[in-house]
Nanobody
């Protein structure tokens, strides 16, 4: 069974950092494009960052220079390092794999 499980969300003050993790099972993440989406209340789900199977990365304009996506093939996991967090980064963050396959989401709340 293909599954993505996120962890690492929480409450942080503006300017702080969080690292989200996504553990994959039932598949080999290095074979797929994989990444992170987020959805804030009342807004559409948006792509935050992604990485192709070859390692090419993409970042949404609002997170460029602050967020970094990475992948650990040995652990079959993908990560999102989030720095200089802003209140507008508050959302549920979802791990995603092309297909699509979605994780259950993890809440990130940034207080001002």
């Amino acid at each position: 069974q293909v599954q993505l499980v996120e962890s690492g969300g929480g409450l942080v003050q503006a300017g702080g950092s969080l690292r989200l993790s996504c553990a994959a099972s039932g598949m080999t993440i290095s074979s797929y494009s994989i990444g992170w989406y987020r959805q804030a209340p009342g807004k559409q789900r948006e792509l935050v960052a992604s990485m192709t199977s070859s390692g090419k990365t993409y970042y949404g304009d609002s997170v460029k220079g602050r967020f970094t996506i990475s992948r650990d093939n040995a652990k079959n996991a993908v990560y999102l390092q989030m720095n200089i967090l802003k209140p507008e980064d508050t959302a549920v963050y979802y791990c995603w794999r092309v297909g699509p396959v979605w994780g259950q989401g993890t809440q990130v709340t940034v207080s001002s």
